[in-house]
Nanobody, 119 residues
Framework: QVQLVESGGGSAQSGQSVRLSCDVS????????MAWFRQAPGMDREGVAY???????EYADSVKGRFTISEDTAKHTVSLEMNNLKPEDTAIYYC?????????????WGQGILLTVSS
């Protein structure tokens, strides 16, 4: 089993930066892919950023160039550095993990953390 706990959300102004962290515990050696998803009010959940155990990253077009996903395997954390925030970045952000990188399907999920960006 794997447990994921997000931290670092809250409120920010447009143009500011926020860093989200995800503490990963349990069977961490089994994990190959990590990701951040978000769900805005009234919207479907969307994948924001992905990273595999080789360090390969992938981003949604809406955040490319502004967000950076990184993993510290020694500390078992996955972070999402978000720069130049926009009001449309307001959402509940979820950390996700999976033993494979198959089609962006993830087995393990955190409880989510709210980020509100005001103009």
């Amino acid at each position: 089993q794997v447990q994921l706990v997000e931290s670092g959300g809250g409120s920010a102004q447009s143009g500011q930066s926020v860093r989200l962290s995800c503490d990963v515990s349990g069977s961490t050696d089994s994990l190959v892919c990590m990701a951040w998803f978000r769900q805005a009010p009234g919207m479907d959940r969307e994948g924001v950023a992905y990273i595999d155990k080789f360090g390969t990253t992938e981003y949604a077009d809406s955040v490319k160039g502004r967000f950076t996903i990184s993993e510290d395997t020694a500390k078992h954390t996955v972070s999402l550095e978000m720069n130049n925030l926009k009001p449309e970045d307001t959402a509940i952000y979820y950390c996700a993990a999976d033993p494979t990188c198959d089609g962006h399907q993830f087995e393990y999920w955190g409880q989510g953390i709210l980020l509100t960006v005001s103009s």
